[in-house]
């Protein structure tokens, strides 16, 4: 064969081998879109079948123990396991029951051979939230992979079963990020319940520098539990690691600083220009004369963030704004600025000016004004 007989029958090949490989994939994809679109159908006749039960008080299903094999079957009930409320979701769970469907998909779990299937598994017991997984799903927060352990603490928060929170909190040092922050959202789901466990596990490991901490803390805000205050202060003032501050001062800001203003004033006067920035902001509508000097000296730090949310928490009370509208005077052109954009956010600079076109203005309004209007200027 001479090389341009080789070069075509190479180019037939490459098209003929093309072509075979485009016909494979066209039908695999109409395969799967026909699966896909049985398995819909399936699905809504069960829907209908399981509301026809519901509607006729449990006396309409007619269905065979093997139809719990059925994915389709197992994502109806799943769709109407999360919106039905009352009387009509204890019957859901009565079928869950009656068809084992969620001993079924926890033997699918413990089975290791096959990931995907084990995934699926452990997302359909977290959306049944079924109490008798329970203890499947706590076995499973240790297990190799990682979207398992998730979904089997979320599993557990939805069910509200207790006795796992322990158990996800002693998990969060050894978790990557990922999956650290998705065990936080579970104990949130838990709300109150959680607050005293995690305070407990904050105070046993903040001084061990344990990388869960900070997650607890955090967490500790997004419940909002004021119980959780007083602890949080303790820990803030007991703390040496500046993430652990952090995260204290953060869900302080959030949940308020109770009555002992002295640790968040302390961190307001740290080293750390981060844990600075926030404790002025936590500081933000406390009517106590003792943090004006702080928030005063925050005023004209040398960074942004520190000396904007200073300046926001002196916004937030009367004596602090006089504060501000004496600095608009002062020789500090960062310090101006930041009281200036703060008496601004406060709604002082249209007060100032109605105030000046009623004839009642007085001369810190006019200062005010000219220093924004020459703001302005300086701009364009």
């Known amino acids: 064969m001479t090389g341009l007989e080789i070069l075509r029958l190479t180019v037939i090949l490459i098209f003929a081998s093309n072509a075979v490989l485009l016909t494979v994939l066209l039908t695999y994809k109409g395969l799967n879109r026909r699966r896909t679109l049985a398995h819909a159908r399936r699905r809504s006749a069960y829907i209908a079948v399981l509301s026809q039960h519901l509607s006729a008080s449990g006396e309409g299903v007619r269905l065979g123990k093997r139809v719990a094999e059925d994915e389709a079957f197992l994502d109806a009930v799943i769709d109407l396991r999360t919106v039905l409320v009352g009387q009509e979701a204890s019957e859901i769970t009565d079928l869950v029951d009656r068809y084992g469907i969620s001993e079924q998909q926890a033997a699918k779990l413990d089975d290791s051979r096959n990931v995907g299937q084990r995934l699926r598994a452990a997302v359909a017991l977290a959306e049944l939230a079924d109490e008798s997984a329970a203890h499947v799903l706590l076995d499973h927060l240790t297990?190799?992979?990682?979207?398992?352990?998730?979904?089997?603490?979320?599993?557990?928060?939805?069910?509200?079963?207790?006795?796992?929170?322990?158990?996800?909190?002693?998990?969060?040092?050894?978790?990557?990020?990922?999956?650290?922050?998705?065990?936080?959202?579970?104990?949130?789901?838990?709300?109150?319940?959680?607050?005293?466990?995690?305070?407990?596990?904050?105070?046993?490991?903040?001084?061990?520098?344990?990388?869960?901490?900070?997650?607890?803390?955090?967490?500790?805000?997004?419940?909002?539990?004021?119980?959780?205050?007083?602890?949080?202060?303790?820990?803030?003032?007991?703390?040496?690691?500046?993430?652990?501050?952090?995260?204290?001062?953060?869900?302080?800001?959030?949940?308020?600083?109770?009555?002992?203003?002295?640790?968040?004033?302390?961190?307001?006067?740290?080293?750390?220009?981060?844990?600075?920035?926030?404790?002025?902001?936590?500081?933000?509508?406390?009517?106590?004369?003792?943090?004006?000097?702080?928030?005063?000296?925050?005023?004209?730090?040398?960074?942004?963030?520190?000396?904007?949310?200073?300046?926001?928490?002196?916004?937030?009370?009367?004596?602090?704004?006089?504060?501000?509208?004496?600095?608009?005077?002062?020789?500090?052109?960062?310090?101006r600025d930041a009281a200036a954009e703060a008496l601004a956010d406060a709604g002082e600079v249209i007060a100032a000016r109605e105030r000046i076109a009623n004839g009642l203005g007085a001369t810190r309004d006019f200062d005010l004004i000219e220093y924004v209007e020459g703001r302005k200027v300086l701009t364009t």
């Open 143 to 335: 297990d190799k992979e990682p979207e398992i352990r998730i979904q089997c603490a979320r599993g557990l928060a939805r069910m509200r079963w207790t006795p796992a929170i322990g158990v996800i909190l002693k998990q969060l040092e050894h978790e990557t990020p990922w999956v650290r922050s998705r065990f936080a959202d579970s104990l949130i789901t838990f709300g109150p319940s959680a607050t005293w466990p995690l305070i407990a596990y904050i105070k046993s490991n903040h001084r061990l520098g344990n990388r869960g901490v900070p997650t607890a803390i955090r967490t500790l805000a997004a419940i909002g539990d004021p119980e959780a205050i007083g602890p949080t202060i303790e820990i803030l003032d007991d703390a040496n690691d500046i993430e652990i501050q952090l995260a204290a001062v953060e869900t302080l800001g959030v949940l308020g600083v109770g009555p002992d203003i002295y640790p968040i004033e302390k961190a307001a006067r740290s080293e750390d220009w981060r844990l600075r920035a926030k404790a002025s902001k936590a500081l933000s509508g406390i009517n106590d004369e003792a943090i004006l000097p702080t928030l005063a000296i925050g005023l004209h730090d040398i960074n942004w963030w520190v000396r904007r949310n200073a300046a926001g928490a002196l916004a937030s009370t009367l004596q602090g704004r006089e504060i501000l509208y004496s600095t608009i005077l002062g020789d500090d052109a960062h310090a």
